[in-house]
């Protein structure tokens, strides 16, 4: 083993190296920071310009997460499945989460420092110090007016707070970096420790609540400033860190109970405390209304020229709150990867419904990523409550089959055969999934008619076929921009949602539900969502149609209400694996077999079968956070391994 004098040298020379390096970033939406390829710092602060194309290095780092192949969210979840990625995709990337891949050598999506498509957190915040330490000196950038000068340190002081934030929910209790250190730092000073968890959320938390000062309420230029951070994403922010640390991953958590630094620091607080709850609470609730003041509101899709029915236009209101570019519903819209990113989620997600150009071109094959049964049985009945309570339709059957008729004609083709679990569904089920013989409405629809559209073949060898179709017969219609053409293959692009106000109305309900149990707002702002979904509210549907009818009146029984409505309303968004982490859920939804349909068969009754593709296993309490690669232990001799890796 290396001397730990020589080992020290290494990692503080590597430090400091680093520290001072301006990022060169991979992703081409940004502009270079570096001014004629001379890469000193001085020369990055001279002008507001050369400034400002610092600060979108410092935007540079944040996750492509239009790419399901980058974003953990989403494709280590159990919304979405693709059977071998190291062929049919990628090899080294998230997808193979679900396989067990997981390690400490080389671990995938490092978020420390970006190894195996994870983002550089540590990079990301040096360069925002970098950028904090020099505009923050009135002396540099003399050409910079004070009140730009402010609002451009709150935008670096947001993205800070964010990649620590990345950390957080992966690996718990991290090292804080506040500044760069300098060139004289002493070897202790190198050698970063990990923070205990309830720090690090106060350290994140106080540095969104500075950024907030100065960030606009809104967006005015938006010729050239959308994607840029506001005041409604910071609180938002705010308010799911808050969650976050009050969900049961990091309030009474025993696992970690002895978990400590070497010198003996507890990183993890074993004891419950309700007062993590009530601050949730109200960081969601100021977050709302702050929402509110700004006209932030759940999207509802417009009349058209040529009316449409209630049916179309509910299911167009639930897929464009993703997928309309800047709809009043985004709190937060990240514009990372924008020009190419976009493309990709959507050709995952799109369907060959337009059978007078069915060519596999138009796909690029990447439909072989598509929804799991399972997901596909996670929303609810017509009735508004899950397929296993409701007591008036039988689903326990799903692969039976079944001819539509023409009053579901705006959901399945009249006329043609298709499973019973495509029937009989909630409007969001129609309007996020696409399956065989299922209506697909777009912008050029025949007719610009809903009565006369587009709908899927998928099974064996017909004329949709001439791309694969996913591996368990589903499509993510939601993330499909409902302009884009076949004639032209153009996939309009759209900012990624990583916060609308649907996700912040169902945090608030979910922590004032811990606080308070279920009160009249729990239930409206569930009932908010729910009522643009088509849906009755909570009280009535559970009332008149589940086999348990009071579920709805109890604490626990509304917590599973409202984690089954975000796991719906937020489905492809990137958020359900997350959520099964810090509510401890994950190593029963991320554990058992993920099935499909077999969609090499060509008649209903050979595609209806419900076959399994791979028995995944989650390994509980160890993969609940995320392994520090073993090189940055040896290189730093304060750092500690997650437990069990």
Request: with cysteine.
């Amino acid at each position: 083993m290396k001397d730990n004098k020589l080992v020290g040298r290494y990692y503080k020379i590597c430090f400091l190296i680093l520290s001072v390096l301006l990022a060169i970033s991979c992703k081409k939406s940004f502009l270079d920071v570096v001014p004629d390829n001379v890469a000193t710092i001085d020369n990055a602060f001279t002008s507001k310009t050369e400034a400002e194309k610092y600060l979108f290095t410092c935007y540079s780092y944040l996750p492509v997460d239009y790419d399901p192949t980058y974003n953990v969210g989403l494709s280590a979840s159990d919304e979405v499945f693709v059977l071998d990625p190291t062929n049919n995709i990628r090899s080294t990337n998230v997808l193979r989460l679900n396989y067990g891949d997981q390690n400490t050598s080389d671990p995938i999506a490092n978020f420390m420092t970006g190894g195996r498509d994870g983002i550089a957190s540590y990079k990301a915040i040096r360069d925002c110090n970098i950028f904090l330490e020099n505009v923050s000196n009135l002396s540099k950038v003399p050409d910079l007016d004070i009140d730009t000068r402010n609002r451009w340190i709150a935008e670096a002081q947001f993205l800070k707070a964010f990649y620590h934030f990345v950390m957080f929910r992966a690996y718990g209790a991290i090292p804080v970096i506040d500044k760069n250190l300098p060139i004289n730092a002493s070897i202790e000073e190198v050698y970063v420790k990990r923070q205990p968890v309830d720090s690090v959320v106060n350290y994140i938390a106080n540095l969104l609540d500075m950024a907030a000062v100065n960030l606009p309420a809104s967006i005015t230029n938006i010729s050239s400033e959308l994607g840029r951070i506001t005041k409604p994403a910071a609180l938002g922010l705010k308010a799911k860190l808050l969650v976050t640390a009050a969900s049961p991953l990091f309030n009474g958590n025993s696992d970690y109970g002895s978990f400590r630094n070497k010198d003996g620091v507890a990183l993890f607080n074993p004891a419950y405390s309700v007062e993590k709850w009530q601050r949730a609470v109200d960081a969601c609730k100021a977050a709302i209304d702050l929402c509110a003041a700004q006209s932030i509101q759940l999207y509802t899709f417009p009349a058209q020229t040529i009316p449409l029915s209630t049916t179309t236009m509910t299911q167009m209101s639930i897929r464009n709150a993703m997928s309309e570019p800047w709809n009043n519903e985004l709190v937060w819209g990240s514009t990372s990867g924008v020009n190419w990113g976009c493309t990709f989620l959507q050709r995952c997600g799109i369907g060959q419904f337009d059978f007078n150009n069915a060519v596999a071109s138009k796909t690029g094959g990447h439909p072989l990523l598509g929804p799991t049964i399972k997901m596909a049985k996670m929303f609810y009945t017509k009735n508004g409550v899950p397929i296993d309570e409701d007591r008036t339709l039988d689903f326990s059957n799903i692969a039976a089959l079944r001819v539509a008729t023409h009053d579901e004609r705006f959901n399945v083709k009249e006329g043609e055969t298709t499973a019973r679990l495509n029937f009989d569904r909630e409007p969001r089920y129609y309007a996020d999934l696409g399956f065989d013989r299922g209506i697909w409405y777009m912008a050029n629809s025949p007719s610009k008619s809903d009565e006369n559209t587009f709908w899927l073949m998928a099974r064996g060898s017909e004329l949709s076929q001439s791309s694969p179709v996913p591996i368990a017969g589903f499509y993510m219609k939601k993330t499909v921009n409902w302009h884009m053409d076949w004639n032209t293959l153009t996939y309009p692009p759209y900012p990624y949602p990583e916060m609308r106000l649907a996700d912040l109305y169902l945090l608030y309900a979910e922590a004032l539900n811990e606080v308070q149990g279920p009160t009249a707002d729990v239930y409206d702002y569930v009932n908010r969502i729910r009522a643009r979904a088509g849906l009755a509210t909570v009280e009535s549907s559970w009332t008149n149609y589940s086999k348990n009818p009071s579920k709805y009146t109890t604490k626990d029984g509304m917590r599973s209400i409202i984690q089954r409505e975000r796991c719906i309303e937020l489905c492809f968004e990137g958020h359900r694996f997350w959520d099964l982490l810090r509510w401890k859920t994950a190593a029963q939804e991320l554990s058992g077999n993920i099935t499909g349909w077999v969609v090499s068969g060509q008649t209903p009754e050979l595609y209806y079968r419900e076959v399994s593709f791979l028995s995944r296993h989650f390994v509980s309490p160890r993969d609940y956070l995320w392994p520090i690669q073993e090189n940055d232990l040896l290189v730093n001799p304060n750092l500690v391994q997650n437990p069990n890796w």
